[in-house]
């Protein structure tokens, strides 16, 4: 009897080694996970804000097709400029300035996340110097909000707890003339482009500050650029800085050392590449996006620091100026807010082609003051 069961034991132990043997090669077709063990799509928002109807335009993004679905609006404070998403995806911050005024707020919204609304939390009225907001960034840890004031040629850096739904200012630095744009990497290194001091003459710069964990800021440098550099994007990777210089009507890309954050410029592009006027990177840095300065969206192939701009650019030639731009993170779709402000300003849906190309999915009425996606 005790041979009897160790002859099974034995018959049954080699059958399944062999059955797992036969797992370590390639996965059989048939084995493979169908499309439906796939796990379902994260679902992603569009917050457009339309400056003159002090609105936060609210989308559900269709994950197949791009197309946007529109939920309820919110309301914000007078004259919103910038929107941006805390890194915790939970909440979201929209800067108000109202013209000629010290009026002046950051506004604090809760998300949902099952339909991505937003409730109205906090608001908080920035004090004298730091009026004007105008663009605003987080680091990466969602620690701090770095906020550039271009009236008052300024940037400050807040430190945010949202356990009480706060702003600590940390520190403010003069950054002598007007800043205009401004991008932090994932290594704490901040860049900010300013006019020189006549704007339509004069070229102007990138700063460079390094920011601690305790919030304080330190100079590492500057570049130089061509006139009114207007906007500028760090590619997800964090090696190239692209600077759109607006009156200039070119592109400058620069080399971004990690260790050190400072800047080496590689390219100048100019004609029909260099008319830009805002800029995006697609989430594998293959593709930079830019609204053009002379109307359309011109699309680059990117490789390292070489730009090159795909034919058909620019793409959608609409009389109309696209003042913020928004790639999905799929990568597979491209948000514009077109226009300004007011009953007039849009956000056209973009499908991104395995060239690099665009073909319109749609023009939405919103805001085309800023966009950003959840």
Same mark, same amino acid.
């Given at each position: 009897?005790?041979? +009897?069961?160790?002859?099974?034991? #034995? +018959?049954?132990?080699? +059958?399944?080694?062999?059955?797992?043997?036969?797992?370590?090669?390639? #996965?059989?077709?048939?084995?493979?996970?169908?499309?439906?063990?796939?796990?379902?799509?994260?679902?992603?928002?569009?917050?457009?804000?339309?400056?003159?109807? /002090?609105?936060?335009? #609210?989308?559900?993004?269709?994950?197949?097709?791009?197309?946007?679905?529109?939920?309820?609006?919110?309301?914000?404070?007078?004259?919103?400029?910038?929107?941006?998403?805390?890194?915790?995806?939970?909440?979201?911050?929209?800067?108000?300035?109202?013209?000629?005024?010290?009026?002046?707020?950051?506004?604090?919204?809760?998300?949902?996340?099952?339909?991505?609304?937003?409730?109205?939390?906090?608001?908080?009225?920035?004090?004298?110097?730091?009026?004007?907001?105008?663009?605003?960034?987080?680091?990466?840890?969602?620690?701090?909000?770095?906020?550039?004031? @271009?009236?008052?040629?300024?940037?400050? #850096?807040?430190?945010?707890?949202?356990?009480?739904?706060?702003?600590?200012?940390?520190?403010?630095?003069?950054?002598?003339?007007?800043?205009?744009?401004?991008?932090?990497?994932?290594?704490?290194?901040?860049?900010?482009?300013?006019?020189?001091?006549?704007?339509?003459?004069? /070229?102007?710069?990138?700063?460079?500050?390094?920011?601690?964990?305790?919030?304080?800021?330190?100079?590492?440098?500057?570049?130089?650029?061509?006139?009114? @550099? %207007?906007?500028?994007?760090?590619?997800?990777?964090?090696?190239?800085?692209?600077?759109?210089?607006?009156?200039?009507?070119?592109?400058?890309?620069?080399?971004?050392?990690?260790?050190?954050?400072?800047?080496?410029?590689?390219?100048?592009?100019?004609?029909?590449?260099?008319?830009?006027?805002?800029?995006?990177?697609? @989430?594998?840095?293959?593709?930079?996006?830019?609204?053009?300065?002379?109307?359309? %969206?011109?699309?680059?192939?990117?490789?390292?620091?070489?730009?090159?701009?795909?034919?058909?650019?620019?793409?959608?030639?609409? $009389?109309?100026?696209?003042?913020?731009?928004?790639?999905?993170?799929?990568?597979?779709?491209?948000?514009?807010?077109?226009?300004?402000?007011? $009953?007039?300003?849009?956000?056209?849906?973009?499908? %991104?082609?395995?060239?690099?190309?665009?073909?319109?999915?749609?023009?939405?009425?919103?805001?085309?003051?800023?966009?950003?996606?959840?």
């Amino acid at each position: 009897m005790k041979k +009897f069961l160790l002859g099974v034991f #034995i +018959f049954v132990l080699v +059958f399944t080694l062999l059955g797992c043997s036969s797992k370590k090669g390639p #996965i059989p077709d048939n084995d493979k996970p169908t499309p439906d063990d796939d796990p379902k799509p994260m679902d992603r928002y569009l917050y457009a804000l339309n400056s003159r109807l /002090n609105q936060l335009f #609210i989308f559900k993004i269709n994950n197949t097709t791009g197309e946007l679905e529109k939920s309820p609006s919110a309301n914000t404070d007078q004259e919103p400029r910038c929107v941006v998403v805390h890194p915790d995806r939970n909440h979201l911050f929209v800067c108000t300035n109202l013209t000629n005024s010290i009026y002046d707020y950051i506004d604090i919204f809760e998300i949902d996340g099952n339909n991505g609304s937003v409730r109205l939390i906090k608001t908080i009225q920035l004090q004298q110097p730091n009026v004007d907001p105008r663009e605003m960034v987080f680091t990466l840890d969602g620690k701090y909000l770095c906020v550039i004031h @271009p009236d008052k040629r300024l940037f400050s #850096i807040y430190r945010v707890d949202l356990s009480n739904y706060s702003l600590k200012l940390v520190t403010t630095i003069n950054t002598t003339y007007a800043p205009k744009a401004i991008a932090v990497s994932s290594n704490g290194y901040i860049y900010l482009s300013i006019e020189g001091q006549n704007t339509l003459a004069d /070229n102007g710069k990138v700063l460079i500050y390094k920011i601690s964990a305790d919030g304080s800021v330190s100079n590492k440098g500057e570049v130089a650029t061509e006139i009114q @550099p %207007i906007d500028i994007e760090l590619n997800k990777a964090g090696t190239q800085l692209y600077v759109a210089n607006f009156t200039s009507r070119s592109l400058m890309v620069f080399a971004v050392d990690e260790s050190d954050g400072l800047l080496t410029h590689k390219n100048t592009y100019t004609g029909e590449a260099g008319k830009v006027r805002s800029l995006a990177v697609a @989430p594998k840095d293959d593709f930079v996006f830019a609204g053009s300065s002379a109307f359309g %969206i011109n699309a680059y192939a990117a490789n390292g620091s070489e730009l090159t701009l795909i034919e058909g650019s620019p793409f959608d030639d609409q $009389e109309i100026a696209a003042y913020s731009l928004a790639v999905d993170p799929s990568g597979r779709f491209l948000y514009v807010g077109q226009g300004y402000s007011g $009953e007039y300003a849009r956000v056209d849906a973009y499908t %991104i082609e395995a060239s690099g190309g665009l073909t319109l999915i749609d023009r939405y009425q919103a805001g085309g003051t800023w966009v950003t996606i959840r």
